[in-house]
């Protein structure tokens, strides 16, 4: 129960390959031919057969043939029968090489493999690798050389490409797999167990488009929390994204949508393959950039220079020394060394200098990695200084990167390089571009590590109210909401807007201006016209009564003549917003497929279309989110002090963007939204216009576990917050877990006994690996939950000052097993609670939460010499028997 479900895919003991006959190589495929010769070329450490239906005795007869994983090399009209033999075989897992099978024979092969419980990888695809246990059952070529770096790729073409690429830059590889067209395991089920893979330090991938966005990011993000993952996205045109969807047969959405989630899931993302390569390289070398403060050191002031501009276009800060580093190296480097923006050693530089100057900048607490260029020089041999750097590689701490410019005379020097895996470069900008993708991952995991709530900590909306409004323009068959409805709906979530009102003939609109007072605006009210400015369909700081009459005599006949399709409710009279050096925002909602829906942020006002200013975040939103989407905003830049007017409330936007957040959480009828223009100054923001559409939404849109369907990122479901008493005296809070709990985790791990930690993990770690860690505290809600007892503590400061602080001491957890029906449990509590009923509660806990999202058993392995908890299990009600795979454990199960 504690191995991968994909671990007979691709770590299996035995192998059974269905590559026809080896003594007529004619009737063999050609995948099947590259296939057998790809499997032999080197020793598996397992078992390897050769399975030839045709030769190999009775179906009776193969059937006793026990296998983990079938390799299917066989003519399209061959598979099927191969894939229900591999069935008979008790195999667990198979792989489907042939191409040429169509989407609706790779359904056929999918409802075999589910119906004979195994895990389908193909068909259409290349295969994969694994180079550690030397298994090469791929059509794309030589087994790469092993190493840390996963390769997840949905084209062919492009996975045999990269394996040419790795072999001549000592690149090697954990996994490589190919993933075809119509597969049954997909990129979400790839990342799950490349998270979990101990071998796997780094993941690349390349991607064309996904199956469903919710078990995308889910993956993505565990995978990401754990380990670095980059991303190379074909189709981010509207042409490519055509192409795209073709070829690997899933879903492509918005670019741009892909871009906010990526950034959000953690993940780093390029933009080309010269790009990945160059990710490659950085990620085989162990290297994880902790910041944007790159330091460029230098033999050339040109290069140096190219490097700099290069590092501010892709905003990157240069890493600039501290005084106390500079005197330092004012006396180990040349008189005409420069140590201002570049370090700069001069033509006169010779080995030594270059490691004096690492050495110190490595140092440097204001340098997060560091750029080396080498210009050829005469009398200066270019492998020395290479050979003098790679000397160094064991000792340096931050990422190393080298640019050896030229080609004849520093090939040698590049090789050592490779050799050594240190990431070497062409070109300045190749490399400065390099840092800066690998670079993102850092700043991606801040974004990574947000988990809000579906409702901020702001007063509670009208959520009733707002879903009335709906329900009753749906009652009329209606999507396009009015103006009033629009303003009502967003007045529901407490975003403030202008006073409206409705007026159905020219005295009622003057009469709503006077009461309003003047100037005033007039819009015309159809739920047939989007953009009311197309139709002439607005008039702006009328200031008088008569002007009312006229400008509403005026629009109702253009606006009859222009549309005499649309209906007509009425006029909309509001008073003019006040503020004269309010900036025009908008804020919306557009819907995406794959990923839902997705809140934008940019300039409005009427030139919103020309300006194209668009800020992506997917939902929910916290306070850093919501700034971060506005510090992406080009509108950005102008809601500080800006040509003579006062810097706008930030929190006023910042709470506009938490309460969108909070409609498109709570209502998942939206579809879009235009708020536009927002008017914020240094009072406030208001909402002046609106446009909302809505549909009928999918059932089980809110409100419970499992719910949230409409979102790509499940909130976190804080509605499971409990606070339950102490056997003794006391309380704690039963709440679930979020990544800020790491911290407080590795606390409650390190201070049980011995014994305790090895009944929990079945091992004798003192404490959790950072991977670990990370699996355990950031966790996708959707497929598993980890609640945790939180006990307040009041302890004594060093001043003697009595303070607060929290400490976990139980946690219990289920994840959902791969059947979807049952799951597996755990549960750990700490040594100085133990006995006092936190477990039993606990356990009580988790069970109703996974009741509640419809599974139907909660099951786990517990140790046979712990007695404590197979107790504890039995008065729960489980059933404790022997667990057949391994007599040292028991297995407790129960129906829930």
């Known amino acids: 129960m504690d191995k991968h479900y994909l671990t007979p895919l691709f770590v299996p003991t035995s192998i059974a390959v269905f590559a026809g006959s080896s003594d007529d190589p004619a009737a063999q495929t050609a995948a099947a031919r590259t296939l057998r010769d790809n499997l032999t070329a080197q020793q598996f450490k397992g078992r390897l057969q050769f399975v030839d239906s045709h030769t190999s005795g009775t179906l009776a007869d193969l059937a ?8 299917i090399a066989l003519p399209p009209a061959e598979v099927a029968a191969a894939l229900e033999l591999a069935g008979r075989m008790a195999c667990r897992a198979a792989l489907v090489i042939s191409s040429g099978i169509g989407v609706d024979a790779a359904n056929q092969l999918k409802a075999i493999a589910r119906r004979e419980g195994i895990r389908l990888l193909g068909p259409n695809c290349l295969g994969f690798q694994v180079p550690q246990l030397q298994l090469n059952a791929c059509a794309a070529g030589a087994l790469a050389a092993p190493g840390s770096l996963a390769l997840v790729s949905q084209s062919g073409a492009l996975t045999a490409s990269m394996l040419d690429w790795a072999r001549n830059n000592s690149v090697g590889f954990s996994s490589v797999i190919s993933l075809g067209p ?19 330090k780094s993941i690349i991938i390349y991607l064309e488009g996904i199956a469903s966005a919710r078990p995308f990011m889910s993956a993505l993000r565990s995978a990401a929390h754990a380990k670095p993952v980059v991303v190379l996205k074909a189709g981010r045109k509207p042409a490519g994204n055509e192409a795209a969807q073709t070829h690997s047969g899933t879903i492509v959405g918005s670019d741009d949508v892909f871009d906010a989630a990526l950034r959000r899931a953690g993940a780093v993302r390029v933009q080309s393959f010269v790009e990945l390569f160059s990710a490659a390289k950085c990620l085989a070398s162990r290297y994880r950039p902790v910041g944007t403060r790159l330091a460029i050191v230098t033999n050339g002031g040109g290069p140096g220079v190219l490097a700099a501009d290069w590092a501010n276009e892709i905003h990157l800060q240069l890493g600039k020394l501290a005084p106390e580093t500079i005197e330092t190296l004012r006396t180990q480097l040349p008189a005409l060394a420069s140590l201002s923006d570049l370090i700069d050693l001069s033509e006169d530089a010779i080995p030594e200098h270059y490691g004096h100057a690492i050495a110190a900048t490595m140092q440097d607490v204001n340098v997060d990695g560091v750029l080396v260029i080498h210009s050829p020089k005469p009398g200066l041999e270019s492998t020395r200084v290479a050979q003098t750097i790679a000397d160094m590689k064991k000792s340096l701490s931050k990422p190393l990167l080298a640019c050896w410019m030229g080609d004849e005379s520093v090939g040698a020097a590049r090789s050592l390089f490779n050799t050594v895996g240190i990431p070497s470069f062409r070109t300045p900008e190749a490399a400065v571009g390099a840092f800066g ?7 991606n995991q801040l974004l990574l590590q947000q988990t809000p709530p579906p409702l901020s900590e702001l007063a509670t909306p009208d959520i009733e109210g707002a879903r009335l409004v709906i329900e009753s323009v749906l009652a009329e068959r209606r999507h396009v909401l009015t103006e009033m409805e629009s303003k009502t709906l967003l007045s529901s979530f407490n975003i403030p807007v202008t006073q409206t009102m409705v007026a159905r003939s020219a005295n009622e609109a ?13 819009k015309i009210d159809s739920p047939d016209i989007s953009h009311k400015s197309d ?24 606006v009859a003549r222009l549309r005499p399709d649309a209906r007509i409710s009425g006029i909309t009279v509001q008073r003019m917003a006040s503020s004269r050096r309010g900036r025009e925002i908008y804020v919306g909602l557009v819907t995406d497929d794959p990923f839902g829906p997705v809140i934008v942020f940019g300039a409005g006002g009427i030139m919103i279309e020309l300006l194209n200013d668009r800020a992506m975040e997917l939902p929910p939103l916290n306070k850093f989110l919501a700034r971060r989407l506005i510090d992406r905003s080009r509108v950005a830049e102008t809601l500080g002090e800006w040509r003579g007017a006062s810097a706008v409330d930030m929190d006023s936007l910042e709470r506009v963007l938490l309460r969108v957040s909070e409609m498109v959480c709570e209502l998942p009828q939206l579809r879009e939204m235009d708020i536009n223009p927002i008017i914020v100054d240094e009072r406030g923001a208001v909402a002046v216009d609106a446009r909302i559409i809505i549909r009928n939404a999918a059932p089980g849109g809110s409100g419970r576990l499992g719910g949230y369907h409409h979102l790509s990122i499940l909130p976190y479901p804080a509605r499971y917050s409990q606070v339950w008493p102490i056997r003794g005296g006391g309380e704690y809070t039963a709440r679930p877990i979020h990544p800020d709990d790491a911290t407080m985790i590795q606390k409650l791990v390190t201070s049980l006994s011995a014994e305790s930690r090895y009944f929990r993990f079945v091992s004798s770690l003192e404490s959790l690996p950072p991977g670990l860690l990370a699996r355990l505290t950031l966790i996708d809600y959707d497929r598993e939950m980890a609640l945790v007892a939180v006990l307040k503590e009041r302890t004594a400061d060093e001043s003697g000052d009595i303070v607060e602080s929290e400490r976990i001491i139980g946690v219990s957890r289920y994840i959902t097993n791969p059947d979807n029906t049952s799951c597996e449990f ?12 936190i477990g039993s509660r606990m356990m009580e806990s988790i069970e109703e939460v996974a009741r509640e999202k419809g599974l139907a058993e909660i099951e786990g392995l517990v140790l046979a010499n712990n007695s404590g908890m197979l107790k504890l299990m039995r008065s729960l009600g489980y059933r404790v028997k022997t667990y057949a795979e391994d007599p040292d454990f028991k297995l407790a199960s129960k129906t829930l």
């Open 182 to 200: 119509n597969t049954s395991v997909d990129m979400a089920q790839v990342l799950d167990y490349l998270a979990a893979d101990g071998h796997t």
């Open 437 to 443: 993708n690998i670079a993102t991952f850092y700043q």
């Open 826 to 837: 755990s549960l750990l509590v700490a040594d100085d609670f133990a006995g006092k009923g």
């Open 510 to 522: 003057m009469m709503l201006a006077a009461q309003l007072g003047f100037p005033v605006a007039l």
């Open 64 to 71: 006793q043939v026990r296998a983990d994983l079938a390799i």
């Open 535 to 558: 139709v002439q369909g607005v008039a702006l700081n009328i200031m008088s009564g008569a002007g009312v009459r006229d400008a509403y005599n005026d629009m109702m006949e253009r």
